[in-house]
C-alpha cells in the first residue's frame, strides 16, 4: 500500500526540497552542512535534498504559494538587505514556512549518501 501525503488522503507521489533551489542560491554554500531530521544527523556537501513526504497536488499547491508568500523577507535576510516585517509578516515566517518545513522533514526518514 503506498504512503500517503502528510497533509492529505492522496499518496505520495512528489519530491519536496528541504531547502529550496532560490535558498540555496542565495545562500551560495562552499562548506559541508549539517542536517538532523528527527534524531538523526549527518554532514552533506550538497544540501540539495528531496524527501517524498507529500503528493504532487499539496507540494505545487498550497505548500508553493506559502513558500512564496514569505521569499522575499527570507531572500533580504540572507543577502543581509533592510527588510521591514510587521507583526503579521513576523507571525506568518514563523509558524507557517518553519512548522511545513518541520512536519515534512519529519515525516520522512533520514536517508543520505
Known sequence: MPRKCLFCPNPVDSAEHIWSDWILEDLKLATAVRITVGRESVWVDNPEIEIETVCRAC????????????????????????CVLTKRDQNKLTRKDQTLHKIVEEGQTLDLP
Not at 60 to 66: A, E, F, K
Not at 72 to 81: K, V
Open 59 to 82: 507540494n505545487n499547491g498550497w505548500m508553493s504559494r506559502l513558500e512564496e508568500a514569505n521569499r522575499l523577507p527570507i531572500h533580504a535576510m540572507i543577502n543581509n538587505e533592510p
